[in-house]
């Protein structure tokens, strides 16, 4: 599991989500907790990058889906909850431990994964 650096503590805006972890993952900082997400929106996967973050609640930037910033919990529905990763702070320094990015899949790989997987409904 790969340790990523957010930087400092105090440097961490509190009012959006910043990306880090080559866009992989987002911190939120509130007050002096920093909490490590998945940089994806449960709803349509969209990307949680620049979300605002106001009164411990992330709200999602492209269809304002609203999360508790301190456990990834979805606002009014707790059985939906973001991706978490483990945060420690260490002299001042926030570091974030992500999983290992996926392995690189070449198009054509796609390609023939989503043919095996398609149905053309004419069974």
């Not at 929106?41 to 999360?67: E, K």
């Not at 420690?88 to 926030?94: A, L, P, Q, T």
Request: aromatic share 6%; with cysteine; glycine share 10%.
């Amino acid at each position: 599991m790969p340790t990523v650096s957010a930087g400092a503590v105090e440097d961490l805006p509190t009012d959006r989500c910043v990306e880090i972890g080559d866009g992989r993952a987002v911190v939120v900082r509130v007050g002096s907790e920093v909490y490590a997400y998945r940089n994806e929106c449960l709803h349509q996967a969209s990307p949680l990058a620049g979300g605002l973050v106001r009164d411990g609640v992330i709200t999602c930037p492209l269809h304002f889906w609203r999360y508790e910033a301190g456990t990834g919990t979805k606002c009014g529905e707790p059985e939906l909850r973001l991706e978490t990763y483990p945060v420690r702070i260490e002299s001042g320094n926030v570091l974030v431990d992500l999983p290992a990015p996926p392995a690189a899949v070449s198009w054509r790989e796609m390609m023939l994964d989503h043919a095996r997987e398609w149905d053309r409904g004419d069974g």
